[in-house]
């Protein structure tokens, strides 16, 4: 699957940044690099650190980018480690940041990365593949009250309890496509 993806505030983020040719800049979330092209058609000396956990996207960057190859270093890495990234690169400081955080398109939309109820496939939603822990593997195995802790803190969802104890008393193993009218079913008795 091509990974086309459109950036979101495009004009507004490459105004924010400000960007000065022979800057250093970097953008956390790579994606399909459309924030990064514009940052690179803004650059003549300068360069862009582009830093994806997603191999599919970084790839697809590449390909985007390559007219600017010179000024661009494409990172396989989560921008949680950017500061030991930048060190790697011996850079003290940068003129700007971009972070586009969220799921992107291309990820939803190809069902063996298991984002989404839309197609029968594994329930994966790894970021980086090459990590070994899936969602299939944590909502089929995880004790209860992590479960109920990862819907509060990240899914903001009200029912987290009752979801997760339905979960350990249910006994069904939980998949991408085929448990989709059971929690249709289960998610209609909460509200």
């Known amino acids: 699957m091509e990974f086309a993806h459109r950036s979101v505030l495009l004009h507004e983020c490459i105004d924010a940044l400000a960007i000065k040719p022979d800057g250093i800049y970097l953008d956390g979330t790579l994606g399909g690099a459309g924030h990064s092209l514009e940052i690179c058609r803004s650059l003549t000396t300068g360069r862009l650190i582009g830093v994806d956990r997603d191999l599919v996207a970084l790839e697809a960057a590449k390909k985007r ?45 190809d069902a063996e990365r298991g984002f989404s ?12 593949r090459d990590q070994s822990l899936t969602a299939y593997e944590i909502v089929n195995n995880w004790p209860r009250e992590e479960l109920k802790s990862i819907l509060y803190e990240y899914g903001e969802e009200r029912y987290a309890p009752q979801i997760a104890a339905a979960i350990e008393r249910a006994g069904f193993t939980v998949t991408a496509h085929d448990s989709l009218e059971e929690w249709h079913c289960f998610t209609a008795t909460l509200a």
Do not use: C, W
């Open 65 to 109: 980018l390559y007219r600017h190859a010179k000024k661009v270093t494409l990172v396989h890495d989560n921008f949680e480690n950017v500061g030991a990234i930048l060190t790697a690169l011996g850079l003290d400081r940068i003129d700007g940041m971009l972070f586009d955080l969220g799921v992107s398109s291309p990820q939803l939309d």
């Open 117 to 128: 109820y839309m197609a029968d496939a594994p329930l994966d939603m790894r970021m980086d």
